[in-house]
Nanobody, 125 residues
Framework: QVQLVESGGGLVQAGGSLRLSCAPS????????MGWFRQAPGKEREFVAA????????YATNSVKGRFTISRDNAKNTVYLQMNSLKPEDTAVYYC??????????????????WGQGTQVTVSS
């Protein structure tokens, strides 16, 4: 059974940093685009960042540009989301996803085939 397992979430003060990791199990995702999405209470799931299989294409939503960095290590079958200068509005459950797209549709949740269970990120003011 294919699973995506996120880790690294937690409680941090505003201005702090966290690094999320996503380690798929059951298969390798080195040829897949990997994305991060988040969902805050009472809000819809939104795109955060995505990286294609080679790392040559990266997309990020405007609100996290300059603060969040997505990267991947295909040898470790792991994708990361480094989050710096965190703000209270970044508080959400963060989800890792894997999909076959390799263009701007990497920002669209419907194009992802596999999802993790999510990890909670809470930023206090």
């Amino acid at each position: 059974q294919v699973q995506l397992v996120e880790s690294g979430g937690g409680l941090v003060q505003a201005g702090g940093s966290l690094r999320l990791s996503c380690a798929p199990s059951g298969r390798t995702f080195s040829s897949y685009t990997m994305g991060w999405f988040r969902q805050a209470p009472g809000k819809e799931r939104e795109f955060v960042a995505a990286i294609n299989w080679s790392g040559g294409s990266i997309y990020a939503t405007n609100s996290v540009k300059g603060r969040f960095t997505i990267s991947r290590d295909n040898a470790k079958n792991t994708v990361y989301l480094q989050m710096n200068s965190l703000k209270p509005e970044d508080t959400a459950v963060y989800y890792c996803a894997a999909g076959p797209r390799n263009d701007a549709t990497m920002m669209v949740a419907n194009y992802y085939s596999y999802w993790g269970q999510g990890t909670q990120v809470t930023v206090s003011s």
